[in-house]
């Protein structure tokens, strides 16, 4: 037995690790997650430890670069293309943007490539927009949902938390993707950050620390590969 407990209203991948990514109408997911998600990050070359990624955390203006795969439905071949602050558009290979990043980091910086995905704990994360509302009204103060970088935004009366532990399914045909929902998704610093001007709002993370146990949002992992379309119906499986 299936039941409809909502519609994807918004479908994001993100070619690099902490910059801004892109909407898509469509995502093919396979057992790794969303194909193209993250499967780009810059490393702090002097780092050894197990977290050596440069982020936002590090370079706040890596959120006003803006990440696309020049061929969006292709993205095991693609070239990305990095839109920058200024205006330009260059491969994400541009020596002037690596020394950019540098410069702004205080230290060398590489890139790397990873086809699985370089994800901080599961590949695909899930928020709805019931919940979405509920950090808002505890806030006090509307909050663009682009500051937590959901993977989906699920249009639904329903907390995303009354999910975990189920599956969920997409779209109406056999070839609609299947995730397993798993754990709430703790977060850090980077949702303080503006995705439109990468000022930093503390508060913010506050409001989730305190009065959501410092949650948002929930992590999922696929359970069957598979299409996932924006406006899909959403269902929960038994």
């Given at each position: 037995m299936t039941n409809i407990v909502g519609h994807v209203a918004a479908l994001n991948?993100?070619?690099?690790?902490?910059?801004?990514?892109?909407?898509?109408?469509?995502?093919?997911?396979?057992?790794?997650?969303?194909?193209?998600?993250?499967?780009?990050?810059?490393v702090r070359k002097a780092n050894g430890t197990r977290f050596p990624w440069l982020t936002a955390r590090e370079v706040p203006a890596m959120v006003l670069h803006h990440a696309r795969f020049a061929d969006p439905a292709a993205p095991k071949t693609s070239a990305v293309l990095i839109d920058t602050p200024d205006g330009?558009?260059?491969s994400l290979h541009d020596p002037s943007l690596h020394g950019h990043l540098e410069a702004a980091?205080?230290?060398?910086?590489?890139?790397?490539?990873?086809?699985?995905?370089?994800?901080d704990s599961m590949p695909?994360?899930?928020?709805?927009?019931?919940?979405?509302?509920?950090?808002?009204?505890?806030?006090?103060?509307?909050?663009?949902?682009?500051?937590?970088?959901?993977?989906?935004?699920?249009?639904s009366a329903l907390p995303v938390s009354d999910w975990r532990g189920l599956r969920l399914a997409f779209g109406n045909g056999e070839d609609g993707a299947v995730v397993q929902m798993a754990d709430p998704i703790p977060r850090c610093a980077l949702i303080t950050i503006d995705p439109d001007t990468a000022a930093k709002e503390p508060r913010i993370l506050r409001t989730v620390a305190q009065q959501f146990g410092n949650a948002y949002g929930v992590y999922a992992t696929p359970a069957r590969p598979g299409l996932i379309r924006a406006g899909d119906p959403v269902r929960v499986i038994d």
């Open positions: 991948r993100y070619p690099v690790k902490s910059m801004a990514g892109e909407r898509l109408d469509m995502a093919e997911v396979d057992w790794q997650g969303i194909e193209g998600d993250r499967q780009y990050a810059f330009a558009a260059v980091a205080g230290e060398p910086v590489g890139l790397i490539q990873v086809a699985r995905g370089i994800y695909i994360s899930i928020v709805t927009t019931a919940s979405h509302a509920q950090v808002e009204t505890a806030h006090g103060s509307t909050l663009d949902p682009r500051r937590f970088r959901s993977n989906l935004v699920i249009e």
